[in-house]
């Protein structure tokens, strides 16, 4: 039996009116507020790493911008970067650069010329390495010289003197005039280009003699006209090896939207190929 010096304490657990220690009372709440932290904080981590890579990728690509522009009017001798655009393509730059290349790039250059005519030049290339030794899949180029400029090829495109050089159609029209006695004949002549190698060739296609179009091997079987126009219908060429780099080769040439338009390509050779910084010759003038 127990005596009234030892009182025996009860605990009630569910009874009414009763509270839980105080321990339980100050750690219950804090179970919803450490996981509502947790998430606040990883929350802002993620936010804190999404704006770094925003970061990165815009003045990564700013920055790629401005070096290709640089490079570029360096390597081909332009005054300055002006006039030359850079588009790195779309996709995410981190990611490109992780998978070890550039999907594609493409540039355009206002002003570029061409063995003593203003052009403006479009390059695609794709499948850019980030490595210097590995090949690029593709490259494609398209010079665009304006008929204006065209017109400065007359000592090119025919020995004989010209009177007016136009583009006209998918051929270029060369005019001038045979005097033949008290005569004066007038004579067009349309002129197709042609890949050559590293020129572009100019074949005569058909010749408007009086308004009347003649071909061109019927006019050689006259041996009075031939005579006087044999300068005129000899095929010409214009040499652009001393402006581009020889990894270059020329696809095809053609007239189209009044500029002639050359067509080149390179495929699976290295940034660091000498062929890139290599130029040919064009014989002297």
Do not use: H
Request: proline share 5%.
């Amino acid at each position: 039996m127990a005596s009234d010096d030892n009182p025996t304490l009860e605990l009630r657990l569910d009874g009414p009116g009763e509270t839980a220690p105080e321990s339980s009372v100050a750690t219950a709440p804090k179970k919803p507020r450490r996981r509502w932290i947790l998430w606040s904080v990883l929350g802002a981590v993620v936010a804190i790493l999404v704006i770094a890579v925003v970061l990165i990728e815009t003045v990564g690509r700013t920055t790629a911008v401005r070096l290709a522009q640089d490079e570029i009017a360096s390597s081909l001798d332009l005054e300055s970067s002006e006039g030359v655009t850079v588009d790195l393509g779309s996709g995410s730059l981190i990611l490109q650069a992780l998978a070890g290349g550039l999907d594609a790039v493409t540039v355009d250059i206002d002003r570029f010329e061409v063995n003593g005519l203003d052009a403006a030049v479009g390059v695609i290339a794709t499948g850019v390495p980030l490595t210097s030794s590995q090949p690029i899949d593709a490259v494609s180029m398209t010079v665009s010289i304006p008929g204006a400029e065209v017109s400065k090829l007359a000592s090119t495109l025919s020995d004989t003197g010209l009177d007016s050089i136009e583009l006209e159609g998918t051929a270029i029209r060369v005019s001038t005039v045979f005097k033949v006695f008290f005569f004066e004949i007038p004579v067009a002549l349309d002129l197709v280009p042609v890949a050559a190698g590293d020129s572009v060739a100019f074949e005569p296609e058909s010749v408007i003699l009086n308004d009347e179009e003649i071909s061109v091997a019927d006019l050689l079987d006259n041996p009075l006209v031939s005579g006087l126009a044999g300068g005129l219908l000899s095929s010409q060429e214009f040499c652009v090896a001393s402006s581009l780099p020889t990894a270059l080769t020329i696809d095809s040439v053609a007239v189209a939207s009044d500029n002639l338009v050359i067509e080149l390509s390179a495929d699976g050779i290295a940034l660091d190929d000498a062929a890139w910084k290599q130029y040919g010759t064009c014989p002297a003038p």
